[in-house]
């Protein structure tokens, strides 16, 4: 399994950007994929999960009705579009795919076996 992020970069205080993950190496029908994020001297923690059999989201409080994250299936690729930035969103974001896990909520960190590069958000204030 391939995980490739892009669409990072420099924004303001207010502004948006939108990061993709173009997954590719098997079918992920049955597969939960998640962004986090890891900010200099923090732990990396959850941003937002989309199930991919039946389009099942979470998002973290911190992020909750400013970000949106999406799928298009032809694609094999997962977007977390993100408005109303603030300076404390700076992080490197994470694309993380997931097929063992039959929960109903979010998957928890440690059941991610997939995991990008990461791509570097950085927000001016």
Do not use: H
């Amino acid at each position: 399994v391939q995980l490739v992020e892009s669409g990072g970069g420099l924004a303001q205080t207010g502004g948006s950007l939108r990061l993709s993950c173009a997954a590719s190496g098997r079918t992920f029908s049955s597969y939960v994929m998640g962004w986090f994020r890891q900010a200099p001297g923090k732990e990396r923690e959850f941003v937002a999960t989309i199930f991919w059999s039946d389009d099942r989201i979470y998002y973290a409080d911190s992020v909750k009705g400013r970000f949106t994250i999406s799928k298009v299936n032809a694609k094999n690729t997962v977007y977390l579009q993100m408005n109303g930035l603030k300076p404390e969103d700076t992080a490197v974001y994470y694309c993380a795919a997931t097929g063992r896990w039959s929960g109903y909520g979010p998957p928890p960190i440690q059941k991610y076996d997939y995991w990008g590069q990461g791509t570097q958000v950085t927000v001016s204030s």
